[in-house]
């Protein structure tokens, strides 16, 4: 058994077992490797921290597919990565992108609906649902098994509407999708409400979630898997600046807050 299938049904058992597990977002090879030495189970890309990485706005399909090849090989744990909205607008475009992201040894990844056109952000409805629906034959093709997620984005793209965000997820269910995403679910009642109208695995970003909520209770509802997006990426970036700032000031106590090198050297090769 390859590589790549050992860690695809390390990670479809993740989605098969009881409760919710954590899918951490790292965006280079150090973060994934700290993150794999803390125990988490499995690693998700996240496109805004390889954008801040690059300090752009937004990625290009090469920056992502090689962030994916860096972050595959630098742990033995699986990885899910984020595809946006694969690059191109044609369900060809997501199909495609769904299969340079297997090339890079991904385990699954996602494909949303946003379509980066200020005056009409969501797919239409039926070429959002071709659109996975060409994601889900490609994944019949590949050589590796793939863990495919469909993201329906009307949340957090200005389209405040519930029954039309479930009404995707239910037909992008149809057409075969391994896992349901609807970023911009906020509290357990709106997760509640999505979690009773699908019958796949649900991701839930809380990188727009009241952040009170714990694992245990997101587990209790039936969510599957917990996600941060680029939180993790901001709040690092956070704490630059802030120390930057510090020493922009003359002052130098935040290097009280570094991590120890032996610390890191127990964990890097």
């Known amino acids: 058994m390859s590589d790549q299938i050992a860690k695809t049904k390390a990670f479809q058992a993740l989605h098969e077992r009881p409760g919710a597990f954590l899918l951490p977002n790292p965006w280079d090879v150090g973060t994934a ?4 030495s803390l125990g988490f189970e499995a690693l998700a890309t996240t496109s805004y921290g390889v954008a801040n990485m690059h300090g752009r706005k937004d990625v290009t399909r090469e920056q992502v597919l090689e962030n994916c090849r860096l972050l595959c ?3 033995p744990l699986p990885v899910n990565a984020d595809l946006e909205n694969g690059f191109g ?12 992201a297997s090339e890079c040894g991904i385990a699954g ?7 980066g056109d200020p005056d009409k952000p969501i797919y239409e409805f039926n070429l959002a649902v071709e659109r996975v629906h060409a994601c889900v034959e490609m994944v019949r093709t590949l050589d590796a098994p793939f863990v495919f997620t469909a993201r329906a984005e009307n ?6 509407d519930i029954d039309d ?13 391994d896992v349901l995403y609807a970023p911009g679910l906020k509290t357990l009642d709106e997760m509640r409400t999505a979690l009773a109208e699908i019958n796949r695995p649900l991701n839930v970003v809380m990188g727009f979630a009241d952040p009170s909520i714990t694992l245990q209770e997101l587990s209790d509802i039936g969510v ?9 990426s901001r709040v690092a970036l956070q704490c630059f600046m802030d120390s930057a700032r510090e020493m922009q000031a003359g002052r130098f106590r ?16």
């Open 33 to 36: 490797r700290l993150l794999a």
């Open 73 to 75: 090989d630098a742990t």
């Open 89 to 100: 607008h044609s369900p060809h475009d997501a199909a495609e992108t769904v299969r340079l």
């Open 109 to 115: 990844g996602s494909i949303e609906d946003f379509s």
């Open 155 to 160: 949340l957090i793209r200005g389209v405040n």
């Open 165 to 177: 965000t479930i009404r995707r997820l239910q037909a992008f269910e149809n057409v075969g999708a």
């Open 224 to 232: 599957k898997r917990v996600s941060v997006g680029g939180a993790l």
């Open 254 to 269: 935040f290097i009280e807050k570094m991590m120890p090198t032996k610390d890191l050297h127990s964990v890097f090769p």
